[in-house]
């Protein structure tokens, strides 16, 4: 990869209320073929509360990696 990716924090709702999120990252389109939309899906080993405004170290859709 020649540029960084963006980060991406996936949330799922299920029927039962409950919910589960994993933190993904967009491949620029000029490192894939010129396609855009590409996600990874990282494995991060902290649990991380994007929302806490003291953290401020990953943001989804503005943080690259």
């Known amino acids: 990869m ?3 990716c963006t980060l ?10 409950t ?12 490192d894939n073929d010129g ?6 899906e990282l494995n991060l080993n902290f649990d991380v509360d994007y929302k806490d405004p ?3 170290l990953l943001e989804p859709g ?3 990696l």
Request: proline letters at 3%; a negative charge.
């Open 35 to 40: 396609i855009g939309g590409k996600f990874v």
């Open 8 to 17: 991406a924090l996936v949330e799922t709702q299920f029927e039962d209320r």
């Open 19 to 30: 919910e589960e999120h994993h933190w993904e990252c967009e491949i620029d389109a000029l």
């Open 62 to 64: 503005v943080t690259t």
């Open 2 to 4: 020649a540029r960084p």
């Open 54 to 56: 003291d953290f401020g």
